[in-house]
């Protein structure tokens, strides 16, 4: 009997090796920037440790020819040079082993590439102003962000994958500091805005919208259609992939999943896909609100 049970806790330890060995950790990608003072500042939101990718939200304007505009949504001024003093806070995020980006875009219709020479431009300013390079007008001051976000939802779409390669090419120039590149795409395969460019290969990290597109969402009705799309984009030729969904109710038309439901329904699945990442969130300001992230860390 006695060698029967140790036989039965073998295999039960064999299992959940088994399990363990299929499932991939991940970590929690959170927009900031555009709820205002409610959504607390940069060094609260790190010092949660809630998140390991923040993304600061957006430089809203560039191309056609205007000067690249960042908006704080109220978090400060960058044309008195007031959102210059956020570089300590960068710098301790970055201290705490959060990855911190610039988001390019949003959902405005203040920005376009019109050529390869506004990309070349374009990836030339972030470098300078936002990266590795120098500038007497860094917005955000002295700290090097970790890299650009592209969550293009609009405008010409042909000369982005021009601007990951520029923006790569620092990578291959023996830098220390890697220069990451990440996208935010629709659910629905493959994007419209950046799919061309995450045929690039460059990107490490893809944090797809799972959110105001109903046929790739998940409901309990649309479950087949909704692993069917994350099977594909986890398949595509980049670092990792996140599932993207809005942190309340509030925060998007529709595609909030209630966390038990996350953590019991949706998360065990896709994380046994070898690129899962993790779950981004849109955004800081409505994961304050529902406390969605501190609901499904301990299961990302």
């Known amino acids: 009997m006695a060698r029967k049970l140790q036989l039965i806790s073998l295999l039960s330890v064999l299992l959940l090796l088994a399990l363990v060995g299929t499932s991939h950790g991940g970590g929690i990608a959170i927009y900031w ?3 205002g003072v409610p959504e607390t500042t940069l060094n609260q939101t790190c010092a949660t440790k809630l998140y390991s990718y923040v993304n600061i ?4 304007k560039f191309g056609n020819g205007s000067t690249p505009e960042i908006n704080l949504s109220g978090h400060c001024d960058p044309s008195s040079g007031g959102c210059k003093a956020i570089s300590s806070e960068i710098k301790y995020c970055q201290s705490l082993g959060i990855k911190v980006l610039l988001s390019i875009g949003g959902g405005t219709s203040t ?6 020479h506004e990309a070349t431009k374009l990836a030339s300013y972030l470098w300078d102003n936002f990266l590795g390079g120098h500038s007497s007008s860094r917005p955000l001051g002295s700290a090097v962000l970790d890299g650009i976000d592209f969550d293009i939802e609009g405008g010409t779409t042909k000369y982005y ?3 990951a390669r520029y923006l790569s090419e620092h990578n291959k120039k023996g830098r220390e500091k890697k220069v990451y590149l990440s ?3 629709q659910c629905p ?3 419209a805005n950046v799919g061309t460019a995450l045929k690039t290969g460059l990107f490490d990290y893809v944090w797809v919208q799972f959110y105001n597109n109903p046929p790739c969402e998940y409901t309990a009705a ?5 692993f069917k799309a994350w099977n594909q984009w986890a398949s595509i030729k980049a670092g990792k992939v996140f599932l993207g969904l809005p942190a309340a109710p509030g925060a998007a038309n529709n595609g909030y999943i209630e966390p038990q439901v996350l953590t019991s ?10 690129k899962y990442g993790g779950v981004m969130l849109w955004s800081r300001y409505w994961d304050i609100q529902t406390g969605y992230s501190a609901a499904i860390k301990g299961s990302v």
């Not at 939200?57 to 809203?60: E, N, Q």
């Not at 920005?111 to 390869?116: A, G, N, Q």
């Open 33 to 35: 920037g555009q709820g």
């Open 57 to 60: 939200a957006f430089l809203y």
């Open 111 to 116: 920005y376009t590439l019109t050529s390869k």
């Open 161 to 163: 994958p021009d601007l």
């Open 183 to 185: 996208a935010a795409p």
């Open 189 to 191: 395969y493959p994007d």
């Open 222 to 226: 649309n479950a087949d259609n909704f």
């Open 265 to 274: 329904k949706v998360l065990p699945v896709i994380k046994k896909s070898k």
